[in-house]
């Protein structure tokens, strides 16, 4: 079955870019109602059609996209009388470009196979920016035949798609991306509220650290926050950050191994969230750390 038409759950921060560069490509984009109109009118008004439940858009789609805040939702979306497996048709491809545990991930599969259909882990890197500008990065889970045969629509918004090896592994290479980038960011966030409270003037203060083996990706973004109040170099919400940590600590627990890094980023994200500081983009991190620190 050639994909013609694609089913897109989830027209956030990232699926509205999503979307968009589908349509762009000349693929049908058929999108689910949601309480944020703003992004789904936007898509409509670009071509998309509206479905008004998950069992519309199965039973519309050759592919489906799901861009969605974690596992509960995804279980949710997939499973069920009102879900995608029972309501889309045979050949149906259910692509998960949320953030989930990878033991759920299989499962899905299994239960996919049985009726007749695919499920495999398409998770993302990088910013609604990227998204955007149809330049996200792939890690997919998959066997290679559907890879191939889902390729042409993921290339119309990613220009990084790398196989990461069968199902289940684009999310354990996703929980360690976020660790990493996460992690650099709480790091970030405390050396930037102690150079606040030394008094250390911050233009200087990022040329150096910019300049030498302390660069990273999200200190090069958090350093917005004190220069220029801009917090939208990264814009992910505390309480979804907090969530993917769980998710990294619940899979190294499982293997097992010890995680004693994680543990310490993870509180960090859960005391931001504590705080009020969930629903604000991760460089606010900053902001409740200068609060401790009394800045």
């Known amino acids: 079955m050639t994909i013609k038409t694609v089913g ?7 699926g509205h870019g999503i979307g968009k560069n589908i349509l762009a490509k000349g693929f049908k984009l058929n999108v689910l109602a949601h309480k944020n109109r703003i992004p789904v009118d936007s898509l409509v008004g670009k071509g998309a059609h509206e479905c008004k439940s998950v069992a519309e858009i199965a039973e519309q789609s050759d592919m489906v996209i799901l861009v969605v805040t974690g596992t509960p939702q995804v279980e949710e979306i997939v499973l069920g009388d009102k879900g995608l497996l029972a309501n889309g048709k045979k050949g149906l491809i259910i692509a998960d470009c949320s953030t989930a545990e990878p033991d759920s991930t299989l499962r899905l599969a299994k239960a996919a196979e049985q009726y007749g259909m695919v499920f495999l882990d398409t998770p993302m890197t990088r910013t609604p920016n990227e998204a955007e500008a149809g330049k996200l990065g792939l890690m997919v ?19 990084l798609i790398v196989h990461t090896g069968a199902v289940g592994t684009g999310h354990q290479v996703k929980l360690i991306n976020n660790f990493l980038s996460l ?50 170099q ?13 998710y990294y600590t619940n899979m190294t627990e499982s293997m097992p191994v010890a995680s004693f890094m994680a543990e310490q980023v993870h509180q960090t994200f859960v005391l931001a969230d504590t705080m009020g500081y969930g629903e604000r983009f991760v460089p606010r ?8 620190a009394g800045i």
């Not at 066997?143 to 119309?156: G, H």
């Not at 102690?194 to 200190?219: L, N, Q, T, W």
């Open 8 to 14: 897109l759950i989830g027209v956030g921060l990232m």
């Open 141 to 159: 889970g998959a066997d290679s035949a559907i890879l191939e045969k889902i390729r042409p629509v993921l290339n119309c918004f990613a220009d």
């Open 183 to 232: 992690g650099h960011a709480a790091i970030a966030a405390e050396a930037i509220t102690v150079a606040a409270k030394a008094g250390v003037e911050m233009e200087a203060f990022r040329s150096v650290i910019m300049g030498g083996g302390g660069a990273s990706v999200m200190f090069g973004r958090l350093i917005n926050v004190p220069l220029h109040d801009d917090d939208t």
């Open 234 to 246: 990264a814009k992910f919400a505390i309480r979804n950050a907090r969530k993917d940590l769980r």
């Open 285 to 292: 991190l900053i902001d409740m750390m200068k609060k401790l």
